[in-house]
T-cell receptor, first 114, second 114 residues
Framework: KNQVEQSPQSLIILEGKNCTLQ??????????LRWYKQDTGRGPVSLTI?????NTKSNGRYTATLDADTKQSSLHITASQLSDSASYIC?????????????FGQGTELSVKP | DGGITQSPKYLFRKEGQNVTLSCEQN?????MYWYRQDPGQGLRLIYY???????QKGDIAEGYSVSREKKESFPLTVTSAQKNPTAFYLC?????????????FGPGTRLTVT
């Protein structure tokens, strides 16, 4: 069964600290993996998209990694800010000829405290 | 100002009534999607459309209906047959349903049915 599992479910950190969010998936065949940021009551906004051949991709203070062999991804946030408080969603896409579906994780709720 | 708009932001209905959620995009995207988000769960696909006058059921289409008469518009009707309609509904669009094209999400509509 195609699944995306994220950990931890929630996380509280102090402003200025770093943190890493985890994503494990069992989706096959794999096309790409995306990380989205969703503020409360808003739609998700894309942070990164990585294909099979990409190991690391950065977007400002956000760095995503992908290990296609172990089917794991992480999102590292550096020097956290209060505005980083949000839900972070890992999404894996299957190949289009196999449906091209997006499989969504349940999200990690990050709270950055002053 | 380009993007995806959803209206209204909050919607309240009595049980047994049909309700239509609006989704409009001016990004010239071919594909449009409707998702449902419930607390602690990943987004689930309700319906999607790759081209005008064509749409396909997603994973949880029962109790919902859509139309795609214009490229810019993809309204979702929540019918009285939907057993648990209270949820946060997200509309998205992308250049195509294939490849690594990013999905852009609207701000969402929170529907409460009592």
């Amino acid at each position: 069964k195609n699944q995306v599992e994220q950990s931890p479910q929630s996380l509280i950190i102090l402003e200025g600290k770093n943190c890493t969010l985890q994503c494990n998936y069992t989706v096959s065949p794999f096309s790409n993996l995306r990380w989205y940021k969703q503020d409360t009551g808003r739609g998700p906004v894309s942070l990164t998209i990585m294909t099979f051949s990409e190991n690391t991709k950065s977007n400002g203070r956000y760095t995503a990694t992908l290990d296609a062999d172990t089917k794991q991804s992480s999102l590292h946030i550096t020097a956290s800010q209060l505005s980083d408080s949000a839900s972070y969603i890992c999404v894996v896409r299957t190949l289009y000829n196999q449906g091209g579906k997006l499989i969504f994780g349940q999200g990690t709720e990050l709270s950055v405290k002053p | 100002d380009g993007g995806i708009t959803q209206s209204p932001k909050y919607l309240f209905r009595k049980e047994g009534q049909n309700v239509t959620l609006s989704c409009e995009q001016n990004l010239n995207h071919d594909a449009m999607y409707w998702y449902r988000q419930d607390p602690g769960q990943g987004l689930r696909l309700i319906y999607y459309s790759q081209i005008v006058n064509d749409f396909q059921k997603g994973d949880i289409a029962e109790g919902y209906s859509v139309s795609r008469e214009k490229k810019e518009s993809f309204p979702l009707t929540v019918t009285s047959a939907q057993k648990n309609p209270t949820a946060f509904y997200l509309c998205a669009s992308s250049n195509s349903a294939t490849g690594v094209y990013e999905q852009y999400f609207g701000p969402g509509t929170r529907l409460t049915v009592t």
